[in-house]
Each structure stands twice: as C-alpha cells, then as structure tokens.
C-alpha cells in the first residue's frame, strides 16, 4: 500500500505489478476465509461475530472476482504481446445493425 500512495510503483519497473496483484489478491482471500470461518463458529454466542464473518466472506467473492479480473487482464496483454489474435465479445445489438451513419440500410420501425 506504502509503494502505491508515494506512486514508487512507476519507480520499480523490475516488479511484475500484476502478479504482486494477483499474489496478494490470493493471499488475501485465504485469509479472510479462515478468518470467516473462526468468527462464523463463534454464532451461538455472540451473534455480532456471525454477521462479521458473513462480511469477510463477501470480501473473499471481491478477492476473487478481483484475481479473475487481474489475470484475464495477464492473459490479455500476453496474447497481445505475441501476436495471437484476441476475441472481443460484440453485443447481439451491434449484429443486428453493424452500419451507422447516412449510407447505412434503414431500421425498420
């Protein structure tokens, strides 16, 4: 967090940033699981304990969409780096209608 607020990660461009990412991201949520899991096992006795552990199970489904993202993210920068060609998901709007402007055939009403 340090590296980030003083912006030293434009610094040190020896680091791999998306990995240390991803890393963190995986740490972080099996963290937050255990933790979940122990507060969740304290219900019959203090029901506030229940209600935090539902709260950090959220925050394992963030961490996880969150290392999803990161590394779809990887997967595409690498694909652009070599040259293999990447499939980009069109709307089924964009099909139905793939020209815009005055040349374009006419939507029916």
């Known amino acids: 967090m340090l590296i980030y607020m003083l912006t030293l990660h434009h610094l040190l461009?020896?680091?791999?940033w998306p990995l240390l990412d991803l890393?963190?991201?995986i740490i972080t949520a099996m963290f937050l699981s255990v933790v979940a899991f122990l507060a969740m096992q304290e219900k019959k006795r203090r029901h506030l304990f229940y209600?935090?552990?539902s709260l950090c199970l959220t925050a394992v489904i963030v961490c996880g969409i969150d290392a999803f993202v990161v590394t779809k993210m990887m997967r595409t920068n690498l694909k652009k780096f070599l040259g293999v060609e990447?499939?980009?998901?069109v709307s089924p709007a964009r099909d139905a209608?793939?020209?815009?402007?005055?040349?374009?055939?006419?939507?029916p009403a």
Do not use: C, F
């Open 13 to 16: 461009t020896y680091l791999h």
């Open 23 to 25: 890393t963190n991201s």
């Open 51 to 53: 209600v935090g552990g």
């Open 86 to 89: 990447v499939e980009s998901k």
């Open 97 to 107: 209608y793939p020209e815009t402007g005055p040349d374009a055939p006419q939507r």
